[in-house]
């Protein structure tokens, strides 16, 4: 029975249980285990070597201009990087991208269709201890010739990073793992979320649900309510990804793995007294 349904396992679902960073077991061995190719454990989302350097020039505006639509991206990018794109064909690649401007609307993906509308519940509501609000989201990486998708989980009052993953895609399934590994180390009082479909979905609603935790969701154009892992994005992506330019998915996992190592433990935070994350949330 267990080898009937490991063999109804998507590849993308095999994938995701490979360990890059294993102390023992290499990464050729464990593809081999699963049943799939190496190849497939180190793929990375082919793009267009012209829209990739455009969606990479449109990724460094939007995380400075997080408020710029469709239109003035195609003024930035002739401003900012002689990048000369028609707005539909910059509207396309934003979609792929997922990202909008923050008004009218601000989300990382459409909701799932008929889904609950959670209430957003941090409106004026003191953050006075660890794990009392957590926030999720994720952003678009760029890769020289493709791009892969993070997600992470950040404790609103210490700003530590709970958990994060990578993926080539912006299906759910990333998310639910970064969501169970948090877990795995403590369980917050309130989970907060934009409504893209990743957090929306069953599987993960499911878990909060089974965990006893308030789900707080944000209105559409608050641009705010995830305020703390919009800042975090912004270091990542200056301090680490911006810097190093990864080649490959496995680059990007190993090199946040030690910049995420450097957020938690050594990255002193004016707003926490430049006490670090790690200090603040084990008190």
Known sequence: MAKKNFTSVTTREKVSLIDIVHPTIPVVRQAALLGISRSTVYYVP???????????????????????????????????????????????????MGIEALFPKYRTTLPAPGHTIYPYLLRNLPILRPNQVWSTDMTYVPLPNGFCYLTAIIDWYSRYVLAWELSETMDGAFCVRALKSALARAIPDIHNSDQGSQYTAHEYVNTLEAHHIQISMDG????LDNIFIERL??????EDIYLKQYRTITETYDGLSRYFSFYNTKRRHQGLKD???EEVYLG
């Open 46 to 96: 082919r793009t267009d070597p012209e829209d990739a350097t455009s969606m990479r020039a449109l990724d460094e505006l939007y995380t400075v201009y997080p408020f710029y639509g469709s239109r003035k991206m195609c003024l930035a990018l002739v401003d900012d990087y002689g990048i000369h794109l028609c707005r539909d064909h910059v509207q396309r690649l934003m979609r792929q």
């Open 220 to 223: 559409r154009g608050r641009c």
């Open 233 to 238: 994005w912004r270091s990542v992506k200056y």
């Open 275 to 277: 006490r670090t994350p």
